[in-house]
């Protein structure tokens, strides 16, 4: 990382970086030429960026060239920012109906290109204005034309170390509990325990594998944060004890709009000088669900550590996670304003300035408070709103979208693009929230298309946070809303997602401690040529997901990277370097695994608690001969903050025709349920070596897993350590369903 600022003379704090983030150290090999504002960036002669900075009037262009515009976290819905135009400012985007508006702002990108890859963070915390044109970008600031020093700090490597590093600056992401990756379930709103406890009960009674169901805005006493409604919800710790016996967890809205009407909460933060300010440093009172509405000022950490604490009913009564919406913050609800031209102070600085980290600070304050009233419990917060940092405290989901096959195309791209920002806890709504644009959105009175419903499923089963979620105003959209054969290929989506757990819970780990991001673009570990598979994406750096996203379409094509690429669905073999044509009926997502992976699968569960402890399989595909590969199996108790985890490392190498698996447990300080795995390999194979014991291979089907193909199984001890894998006797047949 280099970092240069013009206007001071230091290096400014960096209001969002981490606790730990590297310290800055001077360098005799960089070096930074002014002629008047132009500035050229370099290192050991050579030129790293070049632009120009006025801090008079905080404006600043750098100079890309021809390339890919990645980052910006979600500003736009599309792959490439060029030739787009929008702001860097947390707001309520009245269902994408602003033109440039996004509820994060992450003033950071890369200019991606296959000859060169830089990324550019413009550290500052103010709403930018940012336009991408002729190999240009340029950032402005909004509303502070006041000289201000211009913070700017470069990146250089490949792709996936910009992001590592941009992560180690900001901070890496936490790790969820197992629970928050396996699927939930919501609307605005299920209106009462009882609503709630049917919603869980059908779930089961159709066995649909889930984790959680959200408690939207109804469950409070008039909307006030930190209450129940003593008629709806008349004993929550009930409601939670029989959702606990069904496998279930509950997630709770919690927005920062505090009602300004007299009771504990308000009056907590009155009396203790913690809220939002006018000029006359009277309380700021605008208007959100309570009606005349105050709101915590998260700058104090009197206020972040109060506000914590005020959680406590909630999870008394049993509630698992929190889901902070309207943090962008929202003023004034369902109105078309300007929130910089509101007069607003946090206790003596602008809004403006500040704007941008009210999620963080409200994120911050959650989790806190999360971590004291549940001590050694993981917490898990979801956010709407977000800047510089989110990660280390909450997931962050995209926000009001509707039901379109744009939006569920453009849902795609900003996981991506959130990924390649440092937040890589991401997903979408699935299904559509509101009906369209524009303040009315949430007026959705037709329901989306099985179709849509179902593709958005099959997407959704992939992203690191999976939600299905609507408005008040909608018909029902749970699984069983479709129809008998949607809810059939709902099902089979739900148990692909929970079959795939042990690949996410292990990407999560990775994200936790590299930054890098769960879901990630082709070109982050293969050279693709211009234009190709942009709607394909990665889950790490083995397996490929092509989802469906254009109506009516029941094949598609997909670009393959080098190398061989395995159907995992149907079992065939395809070489890389060029795009094929593959079948992709509903509910069938081409989902392909790369040469020499070993991936871990298991056997879906009613919850991901029970699938982690249920039997995992380890399928292997053979890399070509004298290559290597691999894979990782991570197990803990899907929830404790303790350090005991059970990591088994998976080696192979190939030796055309047969190849060898070497099985270390790096780390083994947790005890996990399973004994053995069941070892699968392509159907050649008729034997394995281990060692030093020949074990012959049964041929199974695995159809009941939504799957056409063969593999040949035997089971293998967890603590095994070498095999050797020999094509060519024959099988016995056995029925792995």
């Not at 790790?175 to 009882?194: I, T, V």
């Not at 943090?327 to 004034?332: E, F, I, K």
């Not at 108790?637 to 985890?645: C, F, H, L, T, V």
Request: glycine letters at 10%.
């Amino acid at each position: 990382m280099l970092r240069f600022v013009t206007g001071a003379d230091r290096l400014p704090e960096l209001a969002f970086a981490a606790p730990d983030a590297p310290c800055w150290t001077g360098d005799d090999a960089v070096g930074l030429d002014w002629a008047g504002d132009e500035f050229v960036l370099s290192e050991s002669g050579a030129t790293v960026v070049r632009g120009r900075a006025r801090e008079s009037s905080f404006a600043a262009e750098f100079e890309v060239g021809s390339c890919r515009i990645l980052g910006f976290g979600a500003a736009t819905g599309s792959p490439d920012r060029n030739g787009a135009r929008f702001r860097l400012m947390t707001r309520d985007t009245l269902f994408y109906g602003i033109p440039g508006a996004s509820y994060t702002a992450f003033p950071f990108f890369i200019a991606w290109s296959r000859a060169r890859t830089f990324g550019i963070l413009v550290a500052t915390t103010l709403p930018l204005d940012v336009a991408i044109d002729g190999g240009t970008v340029s950032v402005t600031g909004v509303c502070d034309r006041e000289p201000a020093p211009i913070d700017v700090i470069v990146f250089r490597g490949t792709l996936a170390e910009i992001v590592s590093d941009l992560s180690s600056l900001v901070g890496r992401t936490f790790l969820p509990p197992a629970w928050a990756l396996g699927f939930h379930q919501s609307r605005w709103s299920y209106k009462s325990a009882d609503e709630v406890l049917g919603i869980a009960r059908r779930f089961r009674a159709l066995n649909l594998p889930a984790d959680a169901v959200h408690l939207d805005i109804h469950y409070m006493d008039r909307y006030r944060v930190f209450t129940w409604n003593p008629q709806r919800f008349p004993d929550p710790v009930a409601m939670h004890r029989e959702l606990a016996s069904l496998g279930l967890r509950t997630l709770a809205i919690v927005d920062p709009g505090v009602s300004a009407v007299s009771y504990p909460v308000h009056d907590t933060l009155r009396s203790g000088d913690m809220l939002l300010q006018k000029a006359d440093g009277q309380p700021y009172v605008g208007k959100v669900w309570p009606g005349a509405t105050v709101f915590p000022d998260f700058t104090q950490p009197r206020t972040r550590e109060t506000w914590g604490q005020l959680h406590r009913p909630l999870v008394d009564a049993g509630v698992a996670g929190f889901w902070n919406d309207m943090n962008d913050p929202v003023l004034r609800a369902g109105e078309a304003y300007d929130p910089l031209a509101e007069d607003v102070q946090h206790h003596g600085v602008p809004h403006a300035r500040v704007r941008n980290l009210y999620a963080n600070g409200m994120a911050e304050g959650t989790v806190s408070g999360l971590r004291a009233l549940r001590p050694g419990k993981r917490p898990f917060v979801l956010s709407r709103s977000g800047f510089l940092g989110i990660q280390r405290h909450a997931a962050v989901w995209t926000g009001d979208n509707h039901s379109s096959w744009q939006q569920l195309r453009e849902n795609l791209d900003m996981v991506i693009n959130l990924g390649l920002s440092g937040v890589p806890i991401t997903g979408a709504d699935v299904g559509g929230f509101g009906r369209g644009p524009g303040k009315y959105g949430a007026v959705k009175p037709l329901r989306p298309s099985a179709e849509l419903f179902i593709r958005w499923m099959e997407l959704g089963a992939f992203m690191p946070f999976f939600r299905v979620h609507c408005t008040l105003y909608a018909p029902r959209q749970e699984p069983w809303s479709f129809g008998q054969r949607a809810l059939g290929l709902a099902r089979m989506v739900l148990r692909r997602r929970y079959r795939f757990l042990p690949l996410l819970y292990r990407l999560s780990l990775e994200a936790h401690e590299t930054g890098l991001p769960i879901v990630r673009p082709l070109f982050m570990h293969f050279d693709i040529p211009e234009g190709m598979a942009t709607d394909q994406f990665l889950l790490g750096d083995r397996l490929m997901v092509a989802p469906v996203l254009e109506k009516g379409a029941t094949r598609r094509k997909v670009w393959l990277p080098p190398g061989t690429w395995t159907n995992w669905l149907t079992g065939q073999v395809h070489t890389g370097g060029e795009a094929i044509d593959v079948d992709a009926p509903l509910g069938m997502t081409p989902i392909l695994v790369r040469e020499g992976t070993a991936l871990f699968v298991a056997e879906p569960g009613r919850n991901a608690d029970e699938t982690l402890r249920n039997p995992i399989a380890l399928e292997v595909y053979p890399p070509m001969s004298g290559a290597a590969g691999g894979g990782l199996l991570f197990l803990d108790d899907g929830e404790s903050d303790s350090a005991a985890r059970f990591i088994l490392e998976a080696t192979i190498r190939g030796d055309d025709p047969e190849f060898r698996i070497n099985l270390q447990q790096r780390v083994d300080s947790f005890a996990p349920q399973q004994q053995d795995l069941e070892l699968r390999l392509p159907p050649a194979f008729g034997s394995i070596l281990l060692d030093g014991s020949r074990i012959a291979l049964s041929q199974g089907s695995v159809a009941a897993e939504g799957r056409r193909l063969a593999m040949a199984c035997t089971r293998i001890p967890l603590a095994a350590k070498d095999l050797y894998c020999a094509r060519g006797i024959s099988c016995a047949v056995m029925d792995l369903s």
